[in-house]
């Protein structure tokens, strides 16, 4: 064979090559066709999700009592799924407020989900109908759960140890709020609860690009002492929901919060403006589903 058709042979085996190693690189299709759903519903100055998928979710704090109507209306609306777990991120009403109006027609088993560093008795205290049914699970840093078919929940914070005394009070009940990494085939949201810029600069520390997210929830309604750099750096979410009331007492959000979200180049979402946010995912991207 002259040169030229070795040459020609040679390229030909190299471009096919090429071609099945970028077909290899394709994101994996979920197992699920089902899609996954997360909302952050507007329940004022507070907190709840709920992640969906199929006929099951998984509900990420609850909201205040007060604001509860609320966070059954949008349950309602996403056809009263059956909840498989309820995680409360830490001791703050306006997280674990809702589970003292849950009737006992709420389809739950009972699975609740916390920091091994929280006060279980006061939870269960304010449990109200659920009081006696709820089953206490625990989860840190690294724990991976098995919550709904297709969709990979990892906590990355707290820690299973910490120096300081437990059950956890004053500022360590935010810094030791519970996060989440959420992942559904290749799109992942970051949960983070109430956390302040010393959880983040310890979580930035131990997981750095893992935190890469699309979407963020941002840390404690937008406070200004959660807002670190860093961390946010490391997220880079195209996506941040920022979940507070309109007018609250604390001025949530904050201006370097917005700031410094901004910088990384994220767009902002507020319940107070835009209601409850609702995205949907097919693994491969994220779309918003309705919203005013």
């Not at 914070?157 to 300081?164: F, K, R």
């Not at 983040?200 to 002492?225: C, K, N, V």
């Not at 979402?269 to 097919?282: A, E, H, K």
């Amino acid at each position: 064979m002259c040169l030229s058709g070795v040459l020609h042979t040679i390229f030909f085996s190299m471009l096919l090559v090429l071609i099945l190693i970028s077909g290899c690189g394709e994101p994996l299709e979920p197992t699920s066709g089902q899609g996954f759903t997360f909302t952050v519903v507007d329940v004022g100055q507070g907190l709840a999700q709920i992640g969906m998928q199929g006929d099951s979710a998984v509900l990420w704090d609850i909201g205040s009592e007060f604001y509860c109507d609320r966070w059954i209306a949008e349950y309602r609306r996403m056809g009263k799924p059956r909840v498989v777990a309820v995680v409360i991120s830490h001791n703050h009403e306006d997280h674990y407020g809702g589970l003292s109006r849950l009737g006992n027609d709420f389809d739950w088993n009972g699975r609740l989900i916390t920091s091994p560093h929280e006060d279980t008795a006061f939870l269960r205290s304010r449990a109200g109908n659920w009081k006696e049914r709820i089953q206490f699970e625990f989860a840190t840093w690294n724990d991976t759960l098995k919550l709904m078919e297709s969709v990979l929940v990892r906590c990355l914070w707290p820690p299973q140890s910490i120096d300081v005394p437990v059950p956890v009070s004053g500022v360590n009940v935010n810094r030791h709020s519970m996060v989440f990494s959420l992942e559904y085939g290749g799109t992942n949201v970051l949960i983070t609860s109430d956390i302040d810029s010393v959880s983040q600069r310890l979580i930035s520390g131990e997981f750095t690009y893992q935190l890469r997210s699309d979407i963020l929830i941002a840390p404690h309604h937008g406070s200004a002492g959660s807002a670190d750099q860093l961390f946010f750096g490391y997220v880079g979410a195209p996506l941040t929901i920022v979940s507070c009331g309109r007018n609250n007492s604390y001025g949530h959000p904050s201006r370097r919060m917005i700031e410094e979200l901004l910088n990384v180049g994220s767009d902002i979402l507020f319940t107070y403006i835009d209601g409850s946010v609702v995205m949907r995912s097919n693994g491969f991207y994220w779309a918003r589903v309705g919203g005013r």
